[in-house]
């Protein structure tokens, strides 16, 4: 193995058909490596280097560094100190030094791996290894079926085209996720990580936290055992927070979104939105236009807000529980399935807005006749049980006009 040093003038070095280390020192210098597994370093200035045979490293430190290398000549490796794009038939590129700089592959297959501070690294065509090392790295996979790891640091990972493999590692991550094959892996206590797609319908793999769908698609979202906190986009959205104490936001869209098990902040935003709380004890907000919530199981709080909603503290699966119902602007509907056990509190009736009571078949009334209402105290009842309050005591309102029987 020799060792061929250069002067701090212009060189020009030639290796053996051995496993060599060209070092060309200061000024711009020129290196051939030939045959073997060099290394050439052409040191300060604009150097051109030519690996030949054999795989070689290059050492870079300068923008105006060109590294050459034909094709079948072995597997090569840039190492490099400002950002750098690989030129034809070189495999792979890694950032050193402290300095945030910028890694580019190629169409070929590369290994590219940043440094500490905070690096964007780019595959760009072929299947890829990306490793951001230290530091908030963005990572781009480009065509091919990627595999991205973040390391440490708050990433960002977009796989792009292809089956792409991505693990964030620890720090708060975020994934660009567009196959069905995209696969997102992440160990507990790595960071609160996010999701976001904007043309495939997602569901959360295990630790990770958030889901945000992009655009306009209707695509749908499902949530994982964590507290998550998901948002729909201005389409159509089929939203489920599963397990965990959830926030879920529909936005634009008509946008169906279920709690799940747990403690759920629920919002259908904008579009006419069907919103159920499922178990535990939930707060559903319809916000703007017609919707329709059910808080299901456990003590929910519901807000109607703007549009013409119907609200139902248990929906179709409990009667026990003790409601807050707000139906806000609009001709809204406060709707019973059953003969509770519990108490629903309806804040705000308006007979001024054609609010009505609607008792649903399945409550077993048939008749208007078994019900009553108390000006005094706001309290209905069923026969002799109440159900619920009108807890603003309208002292206009009538049984036989305000309360509906559904067929």
Known sequence: MAKIPGTPKDDLLHGTPDNDTLTGLAGNDTLYGKAGDDELDGGSGADKMYGGSGNDKYIVDNIADVVTESAAEGIDLVESTVSYTLGVNVEDLHLKGTA???????????????????????????RDYLFGGGGNDFLDGGDGDDQIYGGAGDDIIYGRAG?????????????????????????????????VTSTISYTLGANVENLTLSDAADIDGTGNELNNYMLGNAGKNFLKGEDGDDLINGRGGRDIILGGNGIDT????????????????????????????SGGGGDDLLYGGNGNDVLTGGGDIDAAGNNILYGGAGADGF???????????????????????????????TSLNQFSYSKTTGDL??????????????????VSRDIVLLP
């Open 381 to 398: 009842f069923f026969g002799q049980v109440k159900f619920a309050t009108l807890e603003n005591k309208p002292a206009d309102f009538l």
């Open 266 to 293: 629920l919002l259908g935003d904008a579009g006419n939105d069907d919103i159920q709380g499922m178990k535990g004890n939930d707060i559903l907000y319809g916000n703007d236009d017609n919707d329709q919530l």
């Open 163 to 195: 089956a792409d493999d991505m693990n964030g590692g620890s720090g708060n991550d975020l994934y660009l996720v567009d196959n069905v094959a995209d696969l997102v892996t992440e160990k507990a206590a790595e960071g609160t990580d996010t999701v």
């Open 100 to 126: 945030a700089i910028d890694a580019t592959g190629n169409n070929a297959h590369n290994a590219i791996l940043g440094n500490d501070a905070n690096n964007s690294l780019y595959g760009l065509g072929d």
């Open 335 to 365: 709707r019973f399935y059953f003969a509770p056990t519990g108490i629903d509190t309806i804040k705000d009736f308006q007979k001024s807005e054609v609010d009505k009571i609607e008792i649903h078949r399945s409550f077993g009334a």
